[in-house]
């Protein structure tokens, strides 16, 4: 594996071949801003281009039913700039931001079950992994 990406990235032919396609997908990518509505902008970009297929990627399910219904009026737009297009594919890709996570709740504990577990982790050696998961489960969970 480390030869091989040695060789791909000594060769220059590549990286000129690499280069020359990221500029086109940069390119392309202006474009389709210039060419979709302002709600639009943000929610999606180009993935890439192959052969004649140009892959736009949808940041939700939403939007990408919203760029099907475009496909065809984007396709002309497109080859009316001289790109060389056939076929717009959408996909959907989730990217982290899009992915929300909420923070845990702090649980709360009795009195009861606080004093016991505060003296199960006593009772248990300094370096033991349960006493340091115990009194962090105590230290993370609000006092009833």
């Known amino acids: 594996m480390a030869q091989a990406l040695q060789g791909f990235l000594g060769s220059g032919d590549?990286?000129?071949?690499?280069?020359?396609?990221?500029e086109r997908l940069r390119r392309l990518q202006l474009a389709l801003e210039r060419l979709l509505p302002p709600a639009l902008i943000e929610q999606c970009a180009i993935g890439n281009l192959k052969k004649d297929t140009l892959i736009l990627l949808a940041r939700n399910g939403s939007t990408a039913a919203r760029l099907k219904q475009l496909l065809p009026s984007l396709t002309a737009q497109f080859v009316e700039q001289g790109t060389p297009i056939t076929k717009i594919q959408v996909k959907v890709s989730i990217t982290p931001e899009s992915v929300v996570r909420s923070s845990p709740e702090a649980r709360s504990i009795g009195a009861g079950g606080r004093s016991s577990l505060t003296a199960l982790a006593e009772s248990?050696?300094?370096?033991?992994?349960?006493?340091?998961?115990?009194?962090?489960?105590l230290a993370n969970s609000r006092a009833d």
């Not at 248990?124 to 489960?137: F, I, M, Q, V």
């Open 14 to 22: 590549a990286l000129g071949r690499l280069r020359e396609h990221a």
């Open 124 to 137: 248990l050696p300094a370096d033991s992994p349960l006493r340091e998961s115990l009194e962090r489960l």
